[in-house]
């Protein structure tokens, strides 16, 4: 069974580590067909706030809605995010291919899915889609992880400083594939210090300061 | 997805990249063979010496390689993170378990084909007659190893002291496993009765139950925050 939702809201979110509260309270609420940045300094919270909407962990406090789901009670729903993080999250050892293929049966995909074997030309890794990761430079890396992240069409797309590392034409070819996750209807959180890719891409904003939400624009 | 189809996929995974690097087996069965070889140079004597030191030395040599391959296994998932990419899937987070754990059992399967030969040799005994009790011996003393290692691998694979957590911490935990290993296997080779030798199976098989069915179910719970 597909879950399907439009909107993911967070009521009341405290996530403690140790005697640090990374965040100390966030109510917010990302709906599909946009794409949320979302800012602040380091140490503000954002990565914890992503790590909790990918289900990675669990907050001490407060709830994760996913349109009727609860969180808590659905792990099925890890098949409908996608998330681009600071570390590519692939195999060195593996091909493009390869990684690919593993990702999309984990994600009970087919691994010759006609979708999947397009990522890599879709990414700009077509002549490198058989070489091992360990040889791509850092761009090729990020490129990889963003095709690992939408391969499954995810309702929620959570990227973490998707441009790294990314030449002028692969920023491009980057803000293109966003906009196409937008438009599918995906709903898009965007991390980034890079105020000119939040300009172009961004809907809408929010800040958090100290674990809290300090602003929210349309 | 069920657990054993996503088990399988990281088993998969394991064999595919071992196959094309060959690190985790070649290191291993390198260093259980210098274990192997340096024993034999200072403990064998004679026949009856050979036979008493022996089983020690296979279950040392097992031991010191499962922790050696069970650390290099787990060194693959901390690369580029790729770990928190199958935590983010949809896979039961328990098959990830299973897939690290039924991978670490075919390394050192190979390993020990390796060893027990080099046993056999270094220390001139006859384990035709015994080998399959010897290999039951091993693959059940294997299976509560490497069900208990990879717990502890896997809880260490976000800290800084992960190689001393696994070696500092599995051990007192599985001593019991090893002891049972080598007095069974002591006493296979001093020609005892199958239902002796049966009765040290039984409690390595009770071992392997109780910390795979552990492992299953305190997965999850420790590889999240």
Redesign the interface.
């Known amino acids: 069974m597909k879950l399907e939702f439009d909107r993911v809201q967070a009521h009341g979110l405290v996530k403690v580590f140790g005697a640090t509260r990374a965040l100390a309270g966030v109510d917010v609420s990302f709906a599909a067909h946009s794409i949320t940045a979302l800012e602040g300094h380091n140490g503000s919270g954002k990565s914890t706030l992503l790590s909790l909407l990918a289900l990675l962990a669990r907050p001490t406090r407060g709830e994760i809605r996913f349109g009727q789901y609860d969180a808590r009670n659905t792990p099925a729903l890890r098949s409908r995010i996608g998330v681009l993080a600071h570390s590519a999250m692939v195999y060195p050892d593996l091909t493009a291919h390869e990684n690919l293929a593993l990702a999309a049966e984990l994600y009970g995909l087919a691994a010759n899915d006609s979708h999947v074997l397009g990522l890599t030309e879709r990414f700009g890794l077509g002549g490198w889609a058989n070489r091992p990761a360990r040889t791509y430079s850092r761009g090729q890396l990020q490129r990889l992880s963003l095709a690992r992240a939408v391969l499954h069409r995810p309702q929620l797309l959570l990227l973490d400083e998707p441009s790294t590392g990314l030449d002028v034409s692969s920023v491009e070819r980057l803000v293109v594939a966003i906009q196409e996750e937008r438009e599918r209807g995906a709903i898009v959180v965007l991390v980034t210090h890079d105020r000119s890719l939040s300009d172009r891409l961004a809907d809408s904003r929010i800040e958090l300061r100290q674990g809290r939400l300090a602003e929210a624009k349309a | ?1 069920t657990l054993l189809r ?1 088990a399988w ?1 990281i088993l998969r ?1 394991d064999l ?2 071992e196959l ?2 060959g690190e985790v087996v070649v290191t291993t069965a390198l260093f259980a063979t210098l274990v192997t070889v340096i024993t034999s140079l200072s403990f064998y004597v004679d026949e009856r010496s050979g036979q008493m030191v022996a089983p020690g030395v296979l279950w040392v040599a097992v031991a010191f390689a499962g922790v050696l391959a069970m650390s290099r296994s787990w060194t ?1 998932e901390r ?4 770990f ?8 039961p987070r328990a098959a990830i378990y299973v897939g690290k754990t039924l991978g670490t059992l075919a390394f050192l399967g190979v390993v020990e084909a390796v060893l027990v030969l080099e046993v056999a040799v270094l220390f001139n005994l006859d384990l035709t007659k015994i080998l399959l009790p010897l290999v039951g011996l091993l693959v059940l003393g294997t299976i509560g190893f490497a069900a208990t290692g990879n717990l502890f691998a896997a809880m260490g694979v976000r800290t800084r002291a992960r190689d001393m957590v696994l070696a500092v911490a599995l051990f007192p935990v599985i001593a019991p496993a090893l002891l049972c290993g080598v007095v069974a296997t002591r006493e296979l080779l001093g020609g005892a009765p199958a239902h002796e030798i049966w009765q040290w199976a039984q409690i390595l098989l009770a071992f392997d139950v109780a910390f795979a069915t552990t492992g299953v179910l305190l997965f999850e719970p420790l590889v ?2």
């Open positions: 997805m996503a996929l995974k595919q990249i094309r690097t693959r690369e580029n993170d790729a928190r990419g199958l935590l983010l899937s949809p896979a999240c925050d």
